[in-house]
């Protein structure tokens, strides 16, 4: 597998001019050649002639493409040559990789970057299957269609958009699919054919066997979009988290108490604007932060009539009505008492924890930990922890957040609500593993070292970095002043966690793929 690398290379001036030079040269070798072959009235020197000139020019072009894959290449200067064979054809051959291997590609894309930036996937292998494709197409169909020369130009063009590098945003692939569709199909179909008559297949089994194979093709295209809008979407709705995070625990909410309620008589406050200002207010006319938080309420109850609902309204108004009140992690009703599941249960542990009720304390954080927060159940919904890496590129969970939020502020330093988002973020995680450190701390005190190793293995896939963790954990007063936890964190917790260091990038791609498909 190659793929283009362009860290510490400075040389691109070479390749924009000494290759192009060079492949021209050959170009017009040829045809001065093919000209002198012609005037040849010896139709055996003719073809032998053709053959050599032929195969000259096909390691002429094998080697310019290889030198483009395997070196250090700056492409910036030489981005638009189209007599680069490496631009003319790489994205025809990334296209055959990216349809053959699709489920690969899609756990290749990066899940903190917005816009699908693809990698391609390029070796000699799809190079060599291409051009046989091309090959194919132009010598059986464009002699009977001659206005499929359409095609060449508006794919030349296309090549402004698809130069040759290591990735291009999903979007621009676009402008050559159909293309790309129409040579794959015709030449599959036709080396079908020609292999299907010479082993004698024939009929139905012939119809059956082409049926299973695109069948086959297809489903592993459709596993692949099921994946990539599994992994990438935090990523798409971000911004919004905050909301969709708060509308479904109110929805939930309301949903326990079974009355029915009118959208008026609900009032949230807390809610954070969206960055109009900084993002999208030279891009849309409408201020969509007046908008966002109610489209959400419509979403998650079916229910046009949430657009009513009221939204950071003054106090005096809602003394008769339902009230929630935002602050980051903190979701609570009109009492005080936080209305999601998780934090709801945490908290009833943490108070029997403090009132030295380990028993009941125990049964809580483990009923804690199966809820999980909002955070890791939108991730990673029914689940398994341990699969996070199949979404988070392979990295623990809280950096891959931090990554996130950074790609995010699309060079914008600081944006209110992204450090909102990201704090709320690291503040569920650090009470998850709050709640599985006290699961494991009681575990081992109960002498069930097996549950105690289980519950202490998924901070590994929240936090990587075991000195951070142990930081995080001894500021907590109840930690800091019991001098067992503070041994069982010291010795036993150091020992559990790096028995696990690297098991979160093992990504079971396999599992996770079927836990999407149980869904």
Known sequence: MFQNSYEGYTGGADVAVVYPVLFIAA?????????????????????????VLGAIAMLVFIYLAKRQMVRNVSISPFKRSLISPLNLIMPLMASLNLFLGAIKNAFSIDSTRPYYYMPFQMNYASLATMLCFIAIFFKRAFKH??????????YLISLRFLWARSECPSRHVVYISFLFCIIAVYSISYLYDLIADRVGLKGRVKEILLVVMVSFLCVT????IRV???RDKMVNTYYIYDYIRAV???????????????????YIYGVTEMPYREFWRDVVSVNPSKYNFRFAMVQAFDDRSMLSVNVNQAERESKNGLRYYIDHEKLT???????????????????KMAGRDYAGALSLFREAAILRPFLINYLLPKIDVKMAG?????????????KLADNMRFDIPKVEKNEY????????????????????????????????????????????????????????????SDAGMILFLSESGSRLFDAEKDRCLDRNCSDFILALLRQ
């Open 27 to 51: 170009i017009l070798v040829l045809f001065l050649l093919r000209y002198i072959l012609r005037i040849q009235k010896y139709k055996m020197i003719r073809w032998l002639g053709f053959a």
């Open 145 to 154: 269609h001659k206005n499929i020369i359409i095609f060449v130009v508006f």
């Open 221 to 224: 295209n459709i596993v692949a």
């Open 228 to 230: 990539i809008m599994a």
């Open 248 to 266: 479904s625990c109110i929805k939930n909410d309301i949903a326990v108490t079974g009355d029915k309620v009118r959208a008026t008589d609900i």
């Open 333 to 351: 009703n009109a009492k005080g008492r936080t209305i999601e599941p998780f934090f709801y249960t945490f908290n009833t542990a943490m108070e």
């Open 390 to 402: 199949c979404v988070t590129n392979g990295s623990a969970i809280r950096p891959w957040v931090n």
């Open 421 to 480: 988002i990201l704090a709320t973020m690291n503040k569920e995680l650090d009470i998850y593993e709050q709640c599985v450190f006290f699961a494991a701390y009681l575990e081992h005190r109960n002498g069930n070292d097996k549950q105690s190793r289980e519950w202490f293995s998924l901070m590994r896939y929240i936090e990587p970095n075991y000195d951070a963790l142990t930081a995080r954990l001894k500021r907590l007063p109840l930690i800091n």
